[in-house]
């Protein structure tokens, strides 16, 4: 299994990782250093980019947590790295990742302080996941700068970006931004909270849980008196529970899914269909299966339609301090597996 993504950046307020010359420039204040750090203990491996490499020399090392570093992790197409860098001491596993371009004197070199996987043309980046996974990495923090991070992106494969936003000013035309490229319309807003000077920022990638949530809605057999939904219940990258209306006789989706799991405390439930309020087949229904097992955050695509009975579900949940976002680019065809309802119910 890959590991879970976490894209961190210290950027400016319009969002530049550094001035037009890219040379290091400290944008944290104390408290983000501190919690970045608390961040890095958390994690199995912290991977940069060649720019990073080049311009800062991370030692990417434990400054105030106490623990074993994590796996140092770096991406260089032509494994050109000073051999007395501070990226290369230290005890801890060194990986890098390379290509063809990189010559045999350079690997060689290279391989007497780090592992060296070489690619080829380029790093493939669910390649490097699936090799980092083998090696039982479960939770990966992303450092790059702004052609690094978009690379991960690109492929699909962050699970949430966390950005410390700064006072600082960065107006020059060809700084660096933290990602080159798209990104918003893939990630859904989460959370900001401030901390000293900086207010830090979390965005996660919703889109990958809930497309697997439609593929769960299309196992289920048509029917004229129940809508197919399809839930997961994701908990920090790993998916700890799958459900399907009528999996397990008059459940619904979310109640098979939570039943999966013992710990979905935390956790996040993505659905295919706003959670019932009220339900015909049962006196219990899914917010309050929801509410007792202290999921944090569900996403859910359509809104139930009134077919059966009225649905709040969205309102009870807010109500009851649930986080709750709706995914309205998934709401059509959410709906579109249940035509064979809503079309008969439209012709009477």
Request: charged share 35%; with cysteine; proline share 3%.
């Amino acid at each position: 299994m890959r590991p879970y993504v976490l894209i961190n950046s210290a950027v400016s307020k319009n969002f530049k990782l550094a001035k037009a010359d890219r040379k290091q420039l400290r944008i944290s204040n104390e408290e983000d250093l501190k919690e970045v750090d608390k961040i890095r203990a958390k994690v199995d491996a912290i991977l940069v980019g060649s720019t990073t490499l080049k311009n800062d020399d991370p030692s990417l090392t434990l400054k105030h947590e106490k623990g074993k570093n994590p796996i140092k992790v770096a991406i260089s197409k032509d494994c050109n790295i000073k051999e007395d860098s501070d990226f290369l001491k230290g005890d801890e596993e060194k990986i890098i990742f390379t290509t063809r371009i990189a010559s045999p004197e350079d690997i060689n070199r290279i391989k007497k302080h780090a592992a060296v996987i070489q690619h080829r043309e380029r790093v493939d980046i669910n390649e490097l996941l699936g090799e980092l996974g083998k090696k039982g990495i479960k939770r990966l923090l992303v450092e790059g700068g702004g052609k690094t991070n978009y690379e991960f992106i690109k492929a699909d494969a962050v699970d949430e970006i966390r950005v410390a936003i700064s006072q600082i000013e960065i107006n020059e035309k060809d700084a660096p931004n933290f990602i080159e490229g798209e990104w918003k319309d893939r990630f859904t807003f989460v959370s900001e909270k401030p901390l000293g000077d900086m207010t830090i920022k979390q965005y996660k990638n919703d889109d990958r849980y809930m497309r697997l949530a439609l593929e769960e809605a299309k196992k289920c057999t048509p029917s004229k008196k129940y809508f197919s939904v399809g839930a997961i219940l994701e908990k920090s990258g790993e998916i700890i529970g799958t459900g399907h209306t009528r999996e397990h006789e008059n459940d619904h989706a979310e109640e098979t899914a939570i039943s999966k799991t013992k710990n979905p405390v935390g956790s996040t439930l993505y659905t295919t269909m706003e959670p019932c309020t009220k339900r015909k087949s049962k006196t219990s229904c899914c917010v309050e299966s929801i509410q007792k097992a202290k999921i944090a955050r569900v996403v859910f695509a359509a809104k139930e339609p009134d077919t059966f009975v009225k649905c709040e579900g969205e309102e009870f949940l807010k109500k009851n301090g649930i986080s709750v976002t709706q995914l309205k680019k998934f709401e059509q065809e959410a709906l579109e597996m249940n035509k064979h309802i809503l079309t008969a119910l439209h012709k009477n």
